[in-house]
């Protein structure tokens, strides 16, 4: 555990982890304000959800480009394609995480409120890793970490 809390602490120095964070809680309160903005006004349930997380993608896409990883982001071309298309790929497993965590706590009788909260957390990781070492990876940079 206490390896666990160093890196974490390790991190929390790390001014790039620190606005991925600030961009995470940004793309999160875009989704979850356009989920229940959309429900307010007669969208179901299931197409405000999915409305809602595609506008945070592109939030969270905006804000990691411009003010997390702005000195890796691709300058254009088949480039910039690939980082946007590994950009949301990186989305989609974090949905499927985050699906999968929430559906099987709920089938083993966990209130799906705690189960989302540790799906946010596990997806929030996952993604952070995939953005930071394959994604947003600099050029010239082995896949080992270095963003």
């Known amino acids: 555990m206490n390896g666990a809390l160093a890196s974490i602490i390790a991190k929390l120095r790390d001014v790039r982890f620190v606005r991925y964070i600030c961009a995470s809680v940004g793309a999160l309160a875009v989704d979850v304000g356009s989920f229940l903005g959309l429900m ?9 959800s999915a409305i809602g997380y595609s506008l945070g993608i592109l939030a969270h896409w905006l804000m990691s480009s411009r003010a997390v990883f702005q000195d890796s982001v691709a300058s254009g071309g088949t480039a910039r394609t690939r980082q946007k298309a590994l950009f949301v790929i990186s989305a989609l497993l974090g949905l499927a995480l985050t699906t999968a965590i929430v559906g099987l706590a709920d089938s083993g009788g966990l209130d799906p409120r705690i189960a989302k909260g540790i799906a946010i ?3 929030f990781f996952v993604t952070w890793l995939i953005r930071s070492r394959i994604v947003f990876r600099a050029p010239g940079h082995a896949a080992t970490g270095e963003a």
Do not use: T
């Not at 307010?40 to 405000?48: F, N, Y």
């Open 40 to 48: 307010v006004i007669g969208i179901g349930a299931a197409p405000a």
């Open 121 to 123: 957390i596990v997806s």
